[in-house]
């Protein structure tokens, strides 16, 4: 069972634009949430993250949203430019399951100029 | 460096063969985890250790897998007798102790089995 959806495989964004990533999850335990970006041959790359008890969280250009009641959360990167291009994977964690991330299946994002 | 390294990046064994992957996280980070990614999936949890000890091992596919962690820093995972379905990049991550911390990962190692 996939406990974390990213239904769109991929995304295609003009430059300057904004890119919204979507992420569905099942488990009500999740409450810490986290996007990671990853390039090809590279390890994921920490973006940002929002724990259950906020609905919205910003750094720079991308800001992070989260509707518990849906249990959807989305990522927000405006404006988009062509070094956002890469697979944006979105996480989630339960304090009671000792952290450990469980991962969507990705969307990878490429920004046109 | 500061981050998390592995070891090799690369490895091409035959089926059957026995493997050994090597993590080394970011100093000080008392949380490591095991992942891999197989092709055109998401990264899969295989394991969690803090300190030396593994509170959780609920995502090793099978006994054929196991994982140690020494003086609390360096963690090798074991695959022995490999099969064809094993072949995968095995990601490394570590974090802080302390709940709510973003996980850092490895650059990963490309497992591919003959």
């Known amino acids: 069972d996939q406990q974390v959806k990213q239904n769109s495989p991929s995304l295609s964004v003009q430059e300057g634009r904004i890119s919204i990533l979507n992420c569905d999850y099942t488990?009500?335990?999740?409450?810490?949430f986290l996007w990671y970006k990853k390039y090809p041959a590279e390890g994921p790359t920490f973006l940002i993250s929002?724990?259950?008890?906020?609905d919205k969280n910003e750094d720079g250009r991308f800001t992070v949203f989260l509707n518990k009641s849906a249990k959807h959360l989305s990522l927000h990167i405006v404006p988009s430019q062509p070094g956002d291009s890469a697979v944006y994977f979105c996480?989630?964690?339960?304090?009671?399951?000792?952290?450990?991330?469980?991962f969507g299946q990705g969307t990878r994002l490429t920004i046109n100029p | 460096g500061a981050g998390v390294s592995q070891s090799p990046s690369n490895k091409v064994t035959e089926k059957g063969k026995d493997v050994e992957l090597r993590c080394d996280p970011i100093?000080?980070?008392?949380?490591l985890y095991w992942y891999r990614q197989s092709l055109g999936q998401g990264l899969e949890f295989l394991i969690y250790?803090?300190?030396?000890?593994?509170?959780?091992k609920s995502g090793l596919p099978s006994d054929r897998f196991s994982a140690e962690r020494t003086g609390g820093s360096v963690s090798t995972l074991t695959i022995q007798r490999t099969q064809q379905e094993d072949s995968a990049v095995y990601l490394c991550?570590?974090?802080?102790?302390?709940?709510?911390?973003?996980?850092?990962f490895g650059p990963g190692t490309r497992l591919t089995v003959l």
């Open positions: 250790f803090q300190g030396n000890s593994a509170p959780d």
């Open positions: 488990n009500s335990m999740f409450d810490y």
């Open positions: 929002i724990s259950s008890i906020k």
């Open positions: 996480a989630a964690s339960a304090v009671q399951g000792a952290q450990k991330l469980v």
């Open positions: 991550a570590s974090s802080a102790t302390s709940a709510y911390n973003e996980q850092f």
């Open positions: 100093s000080g980070h008392t949380a």
